[in-house]
């Protein structure tokens, strides 16, 4: 079984368009993530969801809003999408970090192609 | 959270050659994990170092941990084309973050036969 599953693979769309992302991971971990990758390689934190507590990183357009219906699952749902969102968006899980820091895994990825 | 520096950004060598990426903060590191990216695939967890001087081995790589907990580096001994992929190192996160990973830019290793 995967432990962290995306879904779509890939995504294209066009410029104003709302589309969704599902994450599910079978862990039985606390806290999701959302990462962006852009073309240059580089993993960005988008959200991270622990217990009901949602950290925004504050670079993160508000078109973008995660929803967890329960612990197994981070969905990422974007509204207006626009060229610049282009990229590879994964999500990950990990046990409860804190003061110690967990190994993190990471779904396949979803890439999202907006024209 | 711990920004950290990666160099090189990219990497190409023959078969059989040794390769390092090294990893920098400005800032002292409580832990310091590497991660492994094929082409086309998704981050993997390779080793995560928390001590002070700390070596670590897997087989043909050798991760270390700097004394002064502000660098590491991640070196492969003969290099073969199933290395062929971005290395990222990632610090800690803070409660700012939700404790998520900041990662370095990663290296991207070419293995060429």
């Known amino acids: 079984d995967t432990a962290v599953s995306q879904t779509p693979k890939y995504l294209v769309t066009q410029m104003g368009n709302d589309k969704s992302i599902k994450c599910e991971q079978n862990?039985?971990?606390?806290?999701m993530y959302w990462y962006k990758q852009d073309s240059k390689k580089f993993l960005k934190i988008m959200f991270s969801?622990?217990?009901?507590?949602?950290?925004i990183n504050e670079t993160v357009p508000n078109r973008f809003s995660p929803k967890s219906p329960d612990k197994a699952h981070l969905n990422l749902h974007i509204n207006s999408l626009e060229l610049g969102d282009s990229a590879v968006y994964f999500c990950a899980s990990s046990q409860d970090p804190g003061t110690l820091s967990y190994e993190q895994y990471f779904g396949p990825g979803t890439r999202l192609t907006v024209t | 959270g711990q920004q950290v520096m990666q160099i090189p950004q990219y990497q190409h060598v023959q078969e059989g050659e040794d390769f390092t990426t090294y990893c920098n903060s400005s800032t002292t590191l409580s832990n310091i994990q590497w991660y492994k990216q094929r082409p086309g695939g998704h981050p993997v967890f390779l080793i995560q170092l928390v001590k002070s001087g700390e070596v670590k081995k897997q087989k043909r790589l050798t991760f270390q941990f700097g004394e002064a907990k502000k660098n590491s580096s991640l070196h492969i001994t003969a290099t073969q084309t199933t290395d062929v992929g971005t290395y990222f190192c990632a610090g800690p996160g803070n409660s700012n973050s939700g404790y998520a990973l900041n990662f370095g830019k990663g290296t991207s290793l070419l293995v060429t036969p």
């Open positions: 862990l039985g971990h606390d806290t």
């Open positions: 969801y622990n217990n009901k507590e949602l950290i």
